[in-house]
């Protein structure tokens, strides 16, 4: 018999942000982290035309996840490179351990591959990204800001060897160094 999680996340679906989802994206963002700033930094990408991946995710009509995946640059010069970075990512606080979010994060991933992305980042909790394959990206020499954020920030590999060579900073879209503030 399934537990009451895997049958609930079995009825969620997870499909492809519409334009009609903005409000509700707004509002699980700003539910789920108890502030507007996740909430702002989407909507922004959002009107930069930035979000690379979008997803949400839906129970019974209404949208209660949400996960986002955007371009970031790896190295600097003639030897960056480019990758894919996983978040925010959000479920409404009454959903969550419901694996809700691992459904979304095991299809933003696969939507990734899909497009022919080979490296996904992702900046996280140390004990939740590790079980979908994430490995610390700081002993690989792949680092956010600076080393104090080591182990917080993870890397994953969607075609083996896409890591070789690659090494540096990863440098987010500059919406995410912008001051935020919740309202």
Same mark, same amino acid.
């Given at each position: 018999m399934k537990n009451s999680s895997e049958s609930l996340s079995q009825t969620v679906k997870v499909r492809r942000?519409? %334009?009609?989802?903005?409000? /509700? &994206?707004?509002?699980?963002?700003r539910h789920a982290f108890d502030g507007d700033v996740e909430a702002k930094l989407v909507d922004r990408l959002r009107e930069l035309g930035e979000p690379t991946i979008s997803l949400v995710a839906e129970l019974d009509g209404?949208?209660?996840g949400?996960?986002?995946?955007s371009r970031v640059t790896v190295g600097s010069g003639q030897d960056s490179r480019n990758a894919m %970075?996983?978040?925010?990512? /959000? &479920?409404?606080?009454?959903?969550?351990?419901?694996?809700?979010?691992?459904?979304?994060?095991?299809?933003?991933?696969?939507?990734c591959r899909e497009r022919g992305e080979n490296v996904v980042f992702v900046l996280g909790h140390p004990k939740y990204y590790?079980?979908?394959?994430?490995?610390?990206a700081g002993p690989k020499g792949l680092h956010f800001h600076s080393t104090e954020f080591d182990p917080y920030f993870?890397?994953?590999?969607?075609?083996?060897?896409?890591?070789?060579g690659m090494c540096g900073m990863v440098?987010?879209?500059?919406?995410?160094?912008?001051?935020q503030t919740d309202e």
């Open positions: 942000e519409t %334009a009609g989802d903005a409000k /509700a &994206v707004f509002a699980v963002n209404r949208i209660v949400h996960i986002l995946f %970075a996983l978040g925010p990512m /959000a &479920v409404v606080p009454e959903l969550q351990r419901r694996r809700i979010g691992s459904k979304l994060v095991e299809t933003g991933v696969e939507a590790p079980r979908f394959g994430f490995q610390p993870f890397v994953k590999e969607l075609e083996a060897g896409a890591l070789a440098r987010y879209h500059t919406v995410f160094d912008e001051p």
